[in-house]
């Protein structure tokens, strides 16, 4: 390729740009990949991929932090629940500061929360544990039941919603949920409490686009650097590399 | 009323690695090929974008749509079977260009000793050694005889590895050009990671012998004979799960597929889901689909039916249209849905080491280094009561972080709160798994038929996988794990969990590996099995079934250059029906 590092930088390269730049190519049909012009030799003749341009840090406001799922009650004991399961301490922020509890609201308002790609035909029968989850009820609503669940355990232990209790009250009744001593509707507390558990991880993990991750805490905390493009460069390395991570957005 | 569509040479059911060999091999003849697909079409710019791990690893993007299609499973035959809701074991694929469009890339031949497998058995330590649950068959085929064609599928792909591989490696030949000398792979082998270094030095301490894992990851520029050029791998670490934005990860979408429809003699017809392959008297006149999408009914007629749909759809096309002999266990007679097997893939040995921390978030799906010391008969078995093996090996295909959050075996440590976050993070970069991947012997009581309850959504029955762990299978996993854990021990890893020692029931729910095999398999004999070496019906000569379905068992490496190698013969059996008809063996 003829183009060198600097006329990309300068560039501000995106994927965009490269879908129109470059291509695969086939006797002149142009497949279109993030390929040769992107691809460069450095000076020692290792070949390496040109840096995209950052476009973080001038943020305002986030309009994301807002509710399509829960009410504000349940919102709050979410919030509180997640933070238990990922609390702040001197690694980092923990689940509330991530937005780890929008991010659990989002995903419950869309396709997941419904359970769009399973196998919804009935009969619903019990099974074997071998046989994997066979309930019938959509996550979005074990979820809504569970934090129900967790409301009324606190109101009978000290008459108060779940997130108004001290820490160690809430810790004490999500390992109940967890040892699964709680009843719920058709479905254990334990697998409440794996839900929670799954959506916590991925709300602290997952790429911010989705609503958590704040500012890429989760990330940096666990010296994680997101989306690359290449590694081609450290792969050999036997020392630690630690390096600011990107998201998604930073491609865009 | 079905419409039905203009005549065609050949139908294609599936675009995935065999749809896709397939359709290239036979528009380049000059023959008219149609290949039906059930999921979207994909070309480089799905690709981009895509390092996204919620959205390709934890919610599936690219895998097939469960609420449309699944499979149904038990153990054993008195249970009901339930289907599988979520996912979990396997990821089959969907949509243009198959799994092989989200594949890692590993790429292992089969060794010679699975092709003869029952012969060589018998030959060396006698046909006792076989337990009588356990039809273990000779392929029709042998190592020698597919070697041209694995050898064409790595020159499409780019295969990379070492060249000196040592004696364990299934034998190569040095029949690929590269300035003007003869190599043993296309390309180079894949870098040398800190972690495979360690391994390669402990499994070699150990008097084992270690080589970089064979990869369709490119690991430099090629252009191969069809003259697509690519360019090569980025370690990028967003590879299984994944579609590759540099075209560097072999693939259907970058391989075969562009050289097919340069021809213009390629049609794909994306959101098309077969159903139904119309025949009388051993002839097979077209299918029947559904556009997903509309809803509305078609029937394409073709000379030559291919189903290249994956194990299960193979073998459920094949049962819903009445074609074939469906296998029944009690009597052990019949074929379609004998003789399914899987992988043995929980023994291994997670390592922990508190000095140490690696770049785990980097790297590649097809990135590792392999012992096959254990794998095939390359150790004596006479002291063991198992067959076969499997390899163990070091992968660094890129840690995630939603999907790794690892915490050594330390008594009483808890699974959330603080000094579980507290452990995570400090692990993270921190722990290597050696994994094993045991080969799957087939028994007589794991098989594919219909289920009598559970249907798709155009209310035909879904497949029902009756499927446990056997004697074979524990014994296998209990070696290999032990294994690992001498050579995680080599290592000097600080704290090791070794897993597989004990073997329970199959348990669908967790994720093992998307190498599911059998159902429709080669042979020589039309009373054992249900295709022949160029994987023709001998129950309808212009029907050829083509994928792992072909496989009388599973060997302990990844599938797919057996699946390719497979695909070239078929393709080349195809060719020779079309112009003399009849059976080919
Ligand atoms: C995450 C992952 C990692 C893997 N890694 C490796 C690896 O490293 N090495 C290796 O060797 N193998 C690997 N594999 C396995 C590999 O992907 C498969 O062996 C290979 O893709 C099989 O090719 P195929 O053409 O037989 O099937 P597929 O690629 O699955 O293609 C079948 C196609 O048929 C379509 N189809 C199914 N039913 C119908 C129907 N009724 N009508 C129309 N279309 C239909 C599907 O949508 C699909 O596109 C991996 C698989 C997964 C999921
Ligand atoms: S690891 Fe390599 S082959 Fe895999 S997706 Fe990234 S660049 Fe492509």
């Known amino acids: 390729m003829s183009e060198n590092k600097e006329t990309f930088t300068e560039k501000k390269s995106t994927r965009r740009n490269f879908l129109k730049n470059s291509g695969l190519t086939l006797g002149g049909i142009v497949l279109g990949g993030a390929v040769t012009s992107l691809v460069v030799k450095n000076n020692d003749g290792e070949t390496t991929v040109a840096d995209s341009h950052s476009s973080h840090g001038a943020e305002t406001s986030n309009f994301n932090r807002a509710l399509m799922f829960f009410n504000i009650e349940q919102f709050l004991t979410v919030e509180a629940a997640a933070e238990q399961i990922f609390p702040k301490d001197e690694n980092g922020p923990g689940a509330k500061e991530l937005l780890v509890g929008y991010y659990i609201d989002h995903q419950l308002a869309g396709g997941f929360g419904s359970n769009a790609k399973e196998f919804r035909q009935g009969p619903f029968l019990k099974g074997e544990p071998t046989q994997g989850n066979q309930s019938a009820i959509l996550n979005k609503d074990l979820f809504t039941m569970g934090v129900a669940a967790l409301d009324a355990e606190a109101f009978k232990l000290a008459e108060k919603k779940f997130y108004e209790l001290e820490e160690e009250k809430q810790i004490e009744l999500l390992q109940k949920f967890e040892a699964d001593e709680v009843a719920l509707n058709g479905a254990t507390s334990k697998q409440f409490f794996n839900l929670l558990k799954k959506l916590t991880i991925e709300g602290v993990y997952a790429d911010p686009l989705y609503g958590g991750n704040a500012n890429l805490e989760g990330w940096k905390m666990k010296r994680y650097p997101g989306s690359q493009m290449s590694y081609v460069n450290i792969i050999e390395k036997d020392e630690f590399v630690e390096m600011e991570p990107k998201s998604l957005s930073d491609h865009q | ?585």
């Open chain 2, 1 to 585: 009323m079905a419409e039905k569509l203009p005549k065609k040479d050949v139908v294609i059911v599936g675009v995935g690695w065999a749809g896709g060999i397939i359709a290239s091999e036979l528009t380049k003849k000059g023959y008219d090929v149609i290949g039906l697909e059930r999921g979207k079409d994909r070309d480089m710019a799905d690709y981009l974008h895509g390092h996204d791990e919620l959205r390709y690893s934890t919610r599936k993007e690219m895998m097939q749509d469960l609420s449309k299609d699944t499979v149904t499973f038990r153990n054993h035959t008195k249970m009901t079977a339930l289907p599988m809701r979520q996912y979990g074991a396997f990821y089959p694929g969907d949509g243009v260009g198959g799994a092989g469009a989200h594949w890692n890339g590993q790429t292992y031949r089969f060794g010679p000793y699975d092709f003869e497998i029952r012969s060589m058995t018998i030959e060396r330590y006698g046909e006792g050694k076989i337990p009588k649950d356990m039809p273990i068959q000779d392929w029709g085929i042998t190592y020698d005889e597919l070697q041209p064609y694995f050898e064409k599928f790595e020159a499409m792909a780019g295969i990379g590895g070492q060249e000196d591989e040592g004696p364990m490696a299934p034998p190569r030949r040095a029949v690929f050009d590269k300035n003007g000398e003869k190599k043993k792979y296309p390309v180079g082998p894949m870098k040398v990671s800190p972690m495979m270094k360690m391994f390669m030095d402990a499994t070699t301490e150990l008097g084992y012998h270690p080589y970089i894992v064979p990869t369709a990851n490119l690991t430099e520029p090629y252009t191969n004979e069809d003259g697509v050029s690519r360019a090569a791998c980025q370690y990028c670490a967003f590879c299984e799960h994944y579609g590759c934005e540099y075209g560097a990860k072999a693939d259907p979408v970058v391989t075969v597929l562009p050289v097919a429809k340069q021809t213009g003699k390629f049609t794909v017809r994306p959101h098309s889901t077969v159903i139904k392959v119309l025949h009388t008297d051993g002839k097979a006149s077209g299918v029947v689909f559904r556009d997903t999408i509309t809803g509305e009914e078609y029937i394409q007629e073709a000379d030559v039916v291919v189903l290249t749909s994956y194990v299960f759809n193979n073998v459920r096309l094949l049962l819903n249209s009445k074609l074939g002999k469906p296998y029944n266990p009690e009597t052990q007679t019949g074929v379609v849905g004998k003789n399914y097997c899987y992988q043995v893939q929980q023994s291994g040995a997670s390592l922990f080491f508190e000095d140490k921390e690696f770049n785990s978030y980097a790297g590649a799906g097809a990135l590792g280094a392999v012992i096959d010391d254990f794998n095939c008969d390359n150790f004596d078995h006479s002291d063991v009561d198992f067959l076969h093996g499997g390899a163990l090996r070091v992968m660094q295909t890129g840690k995630r972080p939603i999907a790794t959050n690892p915490v050594p075996p330390i008594e009483g440590l808890p699974g959330w709160g603080k000094e579980w976050k507290a452990a995570t993070l400090k692990w993270y970069h921190r722990n290597i798994s050696i994994g094993g991947q045991g080969a799957s012997l087939p028994n007589r009581y794991n098989y594919l038929d219909l289920d009598p309850t559970y249907t798709d959504e155009y209310g035909m029955p879904l497949i029902r996988m009756t499927f446990n762990y056997h004697d074979q299978d524990k014994k296998l996993s209990k070696y290999l794990a032990e294994k690992a854990e001498e050579i995680g021990k080599k290592m000097n890893a600080t704290y090791i969990k070794v897993n597989g020692l004990e073997l329970g029931d199959f348990n669908i729910a967790n994720y093992q590996s998307t190498h599911n095999t059998g159902g429709v398999i080669m042979g020589n004999d039309p009373e054992t099995s249900a295709v022949n070496s160029y994987l023709q019906m001998w129950d309808a000569d212009n029907v050829f079934v083509v994928g792992a379905s072909a496989f009388p068992h599973n060997s302990g490496y990844n599938p797919t250059a057996t699946v390719g190698a497979l695909a070239y013969r078929a393709a080349e059996g195809i060719e020779k029906f079309i112009k003399e008809g009849g059976s080919l063996v």
